[in-house]
């Protein structure tokens, strides 16, 4: 079936430094892609919704500055968090949709995650 | 505001019995639901999927939708212990994001 692949699935950085997440749609072209974050025990949170060609459209209160989204292909959608803090550790988890069915059959994947801790 | 509302469990169900799932929501606009499985610690799992009103079997799941009602639901057959993870109903219209149950927590019991 279809396969979303996040990467890395684990990173560690410094307080102040940036860190590039990619999430992938492998056998299908994603013209949509959504980041997510999630703290231990809470439920997801969307942060943005990522259109191949087009600015992201960001949550209300998620800051646009420092959740960088990128998505220059049609399979490939990065998050950059810049100047991360400690307080930005958290689950980071893409997903896509499949528009292969039609706009009435769609279905929506999720990637494996992205660990994020902030030293 | 969209709502999508789910059993707010935990469930617990004895291995091998069926665990239903249940699921109701407030846009009639929706056309596709899913049903995801998220183990602790790791990121949500698509198991089903369905469109049309009615069942559809897919192994030892099975979804049912009933757009009159807005009602989706989920049901696992032999429950296995594998099967203990939290279950989150999802709705979404075309182009749109998807709007989340809070999830039903379900533990089969040895």
């Known amino acids: 079936g279809a396969v979303v692949s996040q990467h890395p699935s684990r990173v560690i950085c410094k307080s102040g430094t940036s860190v590039k997440i990619e999430c992938r749609s492998l056998d299908f072209q994603a013209t949509t892609m959504f980041w997510y974050r999630q703290f231990p025990k809470q439920s997801l949170m969307l942060m943005a919704t990522?259109?191949?060609?087009?600015?992201?459209?960001?949550e209300q209160g998620v800051e646009k500055d420092k959740f960088l989204i990128n998505h220059a292909s049609l399979t490939l959608s990065t998050l950059t968090v810049t100047s991360a803090h400690p307080e930005d550790s958290s689950f980071y988890i893409c997903?896509?949709?499949?528009?292969?069915?039609?706009?009435?059959?769609?279905?929506?994947?999720f990637g494996e995650g992205s660990w994020l801790t902030v030293v | 505001q969209k709502e999508v509302e789910q059993n707010s469990g935990p469930l617990s169900v004895p291995e091998g019995a069926i665990a239903s799932l249940n699921c109701t929501y407030s846009d009639r606009g929706s056309q596709s639901f899913f049903w995801y499985r998220q183990y602790s610690g790791k990121s949500p799992e698509l198991i089903m999927f369905i469109y049309s009103n009615g069942d559809k079997e897919d192994g030892r799941f099975t979804a049912q939708l009933n757009k009159a009602s807005q009602y989706v639901s989920l049901l696992i057959r032999d429950s296995q212990p594998s099967d203990s993870a939290t279950y989150l109903c999802a709705v979404t219209r075309p182009y749109e994001k998807l709007t989340f149950g809070t999830g039903t927590r379900l533990t089969i019991i040895p």
């Open positions: 990522s259109n191949e060609g087009s600015k992201a459209t960001y």
């Open positions: 997903s896509a949709r499949d528009w292969t069915g039609g706009a009435l059959r769609d279905t929506i994947y």
